[in-house]
């Protein structure tokens, strides 16, 4: 699993300080994270669009209590893979 600081790393060895790499990671994930609470898709070209769904409520059983509960409705984000990160995964490497 990569994680966040790993990315910085990766970033680093592009060319970028850690100190920018970790701005610019923190930014584009608050960009996204704003515009998907205020309702809009991002969409990224070839990598993916990004949404927000709304769940259905939805009962089931608590298996301790054997009751009926009803789990409220709420909304849940969502990624769609683009074209050209599905092939990229699918052959093995970025053909751009």
Do not use: C, W
Request: aromatic content about 6%; overall charge positive; charged content about 30%.
């Amino acid at each position: 699993m990569l994680k966040k600081n790993e990315m910085i790393e990766r970033l680093a060895q592009k060319g970028y300080t850690k100190k920018n790499a970790g701005i610019i990671m923190d930014d584009v994930m608050m960009v996204i994270m704003e515009a998907l609470v205020e309702g809009e898709e991002v969409m990224l070209h070839g990598f993916g669009t990004f949404s927000v769904k709304e769940v259905a409520p939805r009962s089931m059983v608590d298996l301790q209590s054997k009751e009926r509960i009803v789990i409220p409705g709420h909304k849940a984000p969502k990624f769609v893979p683009g074209e050209l990160l599905k092939r990229s995964v699918r052959e093995g490497f970025i053909r751009t």
